[in-house]
């Protein structure tokens, strides 16, 4: 019979980790490359949702979404992301270093009630190669995938990607899904109040419902609009190459 020494297993432990390392690194990377032209056909965050409910018992559940290309977005859903979560998106390199200081002073502050600075490219980063929540682990490596996309993709990519994954509800991903769902009708056709309301639950879809907006929700979805305009429109997608 063939012993193995502690040590030993140890060594092959090692060695194996650092092969999955390497190949999940390998997968990112390929992810990248072949999102830069390809439709994503499904998130981490998608999967990690479906299998949560799944583990939960809840086999009634289904993460999806419908793929759709910027042209056949609403102008005005892809101003009112900007609008409401990243309104220096077509200028910076994928972080908001002037938002980022100003979270850490509101955060050291008022510990209870922590303020996020992500950006839009990096919530795609996020939302598309890695896990919800908070950690230390994830956020460095969110800032190594992000600025992977800023480098090989064009911001429209980005812009489109994230519309097509970001969650809207329970089991509800992307623009498409959540046209259809909340309004009945295509992405293509949204109004900007209705991207707007949309654009309103993004801090936490399971929290504030496009469906059965708040109060909070109606006042967040008002201040987005005016941000739209003071934005100055589809103007401000034209001056950028969003469009």
Known sequence: ???FSRKS????LW???????????GLWLAGIILFAFLPVPFSAVMVERQLGAWLS???GYVAHSDWVAMDDIAPSMALA???????????????DVAAIEKAISHNEKRPTRIRGASTLSQQTAKNLFLWDG??????????????????????????????NIVEFGDGIFGVEAAAQHFFHKPAS?????????????????HRF????PSGYVVQRQQWIMRQMRQLGGEGFLKANDLK
Do not use: C
């Open 1 to 3: 019979m063939i012993r």
């Open 9 to 12: 297993w140890i060594v092959r």
């Open 15 to 25: 060695f194996w980790f650092k092969r999955g390392v390497l190949a999940v690194i």
């Open 57 to 59: 018992g809840d086999f």
């Open 81 to 95: 992301v900007m609008a409401a979560e990243d309104q220096k998106f077509p200028d910076h390199w994928g972080f």
């Open 134 to 163: 908070r950690s230390w682990v994830r956020k460095g490596l969110e800032v190594g995938l992000t600025a992977g996309i800023e480098l090989v993709w064009t911001k429209r990519r980005i812009l489109t990607v994230y519309l």
């Open 189 to 205: 056709r949204l109004t900007a109040s209705e991207a707007a309301l949309l654009a309103a639950v993004l801090p936490n879809p």
């Open 209 to 212: 419902k496009a469906g059965a």
